[in-house]
């Protein structure tokens, strides 16, 4: 079982700054790859980033490339997303999930996830 713990939203103006946190219970966090993604409100939740377990391999959403950041701490069972140069089109709830080690070449789709945390909400005002 895998618990994922959300925090460090809120809100914040355009062009400003937010990083988010990801906590992540169980003894399998160094082994798993690891995504970012968000839900607008009357949107369907959509992909913002991943990262392996590794770090050495990050993708990102066309939206965000640029300005968001994905990087984790195995020591403390954490991924973080940094995101720069907030735009009020990024306002959304914010969601870590696990890459199902069974879906790798799902990695764009909610379906490539397995574990979910409650998420995290930013809002960006113009």
């Known amino acids: 079982q895998v618990q994922l713990v959300e925090s460090g939203g809120g809100l914040v103006q355009a062009g400003g700054s937010l990083r988010l946190s990801c906590a992540a219970s169980?003894?399998?966090?160094?082994?798993?790859?690891m995504g970012w993604f968000r839900q607008a409100p009357g949107k369907e939740r959509e992909f913002v980033g991943r990262?392996?377990?590794?770090?050495?391999?990050?993708n990102y959403a066309d939206s965000v490339q640029g300005r968001f950041t994905i990087s984790r701490d195995n020591a403390k069972n954490t991924v973080y997303l940094q995101m720069n140069s907030l735009k009020p089109e990024d306002t959304a709830v914010y969601y870590c999930?696990?890459?199902?080690?069974?879906?790798?070449?799902?990695?764009?789709?909610?379906?490539?996830?397995?574990?979910w945390g409650q998420g995290t909400p930013v809002t960006v005002s113009s």
């Open positions: 999930a696990r890459a199902d080690p069974t879906q790798n070449g799902l990695w764009r789709s909610s379906r490539g996830y397995d574990y």
């Open positions: 169980g003894r399998t966090f160094s082994s798993d790859a």
């Open positions: 990262i392996s377990r590794s770090s050495i391999v990050t």
